[in-house]
Nanobody, 123 residues
């Protein structure tokens, strides 16, 4: 079984920063892209950012571009989402997911999911 684990969520004031990390482990599996999604109460899960694992190219949702940065760690087995200038509307559960075939931004295209980490931004 493949396990995907997020960490780094918490409570911050508006304008603050959080650094989320995601690690995937378990049986051998293909890793083409890793992405972050979020879901607020009463809303659908939405794409935040993704990174091509081998090439390092990135893609961001418009509402986070310029504030969030997705990157790989030194060992290339963990993906990090650096979130700066946080706003109350960023409050959500943030999920990490792995795409094993090709790059994608739609949640339905991802193969393995973590349980999520709560991010709460107060005004």
């Amino acid at each position: 079984q493949v396990q995907v684990v997020e960490s780094g969520g918490g409570l911050v004031q508006a304008g603050g920063s959080l650094r989320l990390s995601c690690a995937a482990s378990g049986r051998t599996f293909s890793r083409y892209a890793m992405g972050w999604f979020r879901q607020a109460p009463g809303k659908e899960r939405e794409f935040v950012a993704a990174i091509n694992w081998s090439g390092g190219s990135t893609y961001y949702a418009d509402f986070v571009k310029g504030r969030f940065t997705i990157s790989r760690d030194n060992a290339k087995n963990t993906v990090v989402l650096q979130m700066n200038s946080l706003k109350p509307e960023d409050t959500a559960v943030y999920y990490c997911a792995v795409r094993s075939v090709s790059f994608a931004t739609a949640a339905a295209d991802y193969d393995y999911w973590g349980q999520g980490t709560q991010v709460t931004v107060s005004s």
